[in-house]
Every structure is written in C-alpha cells, then in structure tokens.
C-alpha cells in the first residue's frame, strides 16, 4: 500500500513570494490532515478535511495560507504571500475517518521543509 | 480546552535499558483517544501506540506500552529493551470531541540512546 505522497520535499523561497505544496493521500482515507511543525515544536493543525468539506481551520492564518482538496483526493496547501516566520516542515496526513480508535490513526507524509529568506 | 503537556525535553537512556517518557492532557471530553508518535531524523511520523478512554488495559505493542492513569490525565509511554534506534523525537497526541475530532500534539521529547 502507498504511503501519503508530498512535493516537494524541500523548497527555499524570498519572503512576500508565494508557494504551493502538494499532498495525495492513501487511497480511500476520506480525512486529510495539514500541520506546520516549527523546529522544536509539534506538529500544529492548520487544516483538516473530510473528503473535499473543510472540517476545522481554525488555525489557518487565512490571510496569506489557503488549502483545497479538490474531489476529495489530493491537496494542495498554498501561502501567499510567505514571511520569514513560515519556515518550517509542512505536514500532509491522512486517516479512514476523523474519529477514535487505532483504526483512525493518522499516516503522515515525508513533509515539505519550507525556507523563507 | 484540549492540552497536552510533555515537560521532558530530552532524556537519556542505556541502551537495553526501559525508560518513561511522560504525558499529561486536559480535556473536558469524556470519550477520547492518546496516541504517541515517533519522529526520527529523517522527518516522518510513525505511530507507535494508542490508548482509547474507554479501554480498561493499558496499551501495548511490542516493546511499547502505555501506562495509562485516567484520574491523573497521564498517558506515559514506556519504551522497554532500549535500542540504538530508539533515538528520536516522541510526540504524544490526543483526540477529542472537539473541533470534528482534530488532534493535538505535544512539544516532544527527544530521547537519546547510548551504547
């Protein structure tokens, strides 16, 4: 079974510029999941979808970051335009369902380590 | 409001040795989910362990368990048989009601291995 895909892996920009990450979830997982991870920090929700609705976005900064899951398979997570307080590692994941239980635990992709200078 | 707090930074282990890695959260939920996850160097997630409210076991998967204490709201994960690769960051996590079940994660502990 494939794992959660993200590209790029790794991407260095200018702040004020502007980036998109992508995200393919495993096949079936209704629930996507993005998280920014600060270094030393854990991962913080941003995003969570269940199928192409968003679930909880409280924590997107909604000035300059928006999300979409288009049909309700893969995403893209897009800032625009980026400060220097945006470096991080951007986190896709995705789960069967967004409730409790092992059965809903969540698959995270390798993450996209974001650079703004 | 959902919190999870992990107040080691860093621990030390010998290697085959056990060692504990705390956790406390604070949910007003009666019905909830604690997971603990494992970042390597290298970056990825890897779920470790999950321990529902409701269950009246602690948790255990392989040389992972989870001493599960409901009236304290601690949820320790406890690494037996230390090993090299051991070494990482461990991320504990819970669940909720809250927010269409949004997870929250704890700032980790980074747990050093020695031979």
């Known amino acids: 079974e494939a794992g959660v895909a993200q590209s790029p892996r790794y991407k260095i920009i200018e702040k004020r510029q502007s980036v998109a990450f992508w995200c393919n979830p495993i096949?079936?997982?209704?629930?996507l999941y993005w998280y920014q991870q600060i270094l030393g920090q854990g991962p913080k929700l941003l995003i969570q979808?269940?199928?192409?609705?968003?679930?909880?976005d409280s924590q997107l900064p909604k000035d300059r970051f928006s999300a979409e899951r288009l049909k309700g398979v893969d995403s893209t997570l897009k800032i625009q335009p980026a400060k220097l307080e945006d470096s991080a590692v951007y986190l896709c994941?995705?789960?069967?369902?967004?409730?409790?239980?092992?059965?809903?635990?969540?698959?995270f992709g390798p993450g996209t380590r974001l650079t703004v200078l | 409001a959902q919190k999870i707090t992990q107040t080691q930074p860093g621990m030390f282990v010998q290697e085959k040795e056990a060692v504990t890695l705390d956790c406390t959260y604070d949910?007003?939920?009666?019905?909830?989910?604690l997971f603990w996850y494992k970042q390597p160097s290298s970056g990825e997630m890897i779920f470790l362990i999950y321990?529902?409210?409701?269950?009246?076991q602690n948790a255990t998967e392989g040389r992972y368990s989870l001493n599960f204490q409901k009236a304290r709201k601690s949820a320790n994960l406890v690494i037996s048989a230390s090993q090299l690769g051991d070494s990482a960051m461990y991320f504990c996590a819970m669940r909720d009601n809250t927010g269409g079940f949004k997870t929250i994660f704890g700032a980790g502990t980074r747990l050093f291995v020695k031979a």
């Open positions: 979808f269940q199928n192409n609705g968003v679930v909880d």
């Open positions: 321990q529902g409210s409701y269950d009246e």
């Open positions: 096949s079936g997982h209704a629930t």
């Open positions: 949910t007003s939920d009666q019905s909830y989910g």
């Open positions: 994941a995705s789960s069967l369902a967004p409730g409790l239980g092992s059965y809903n635990e969540q698959f």
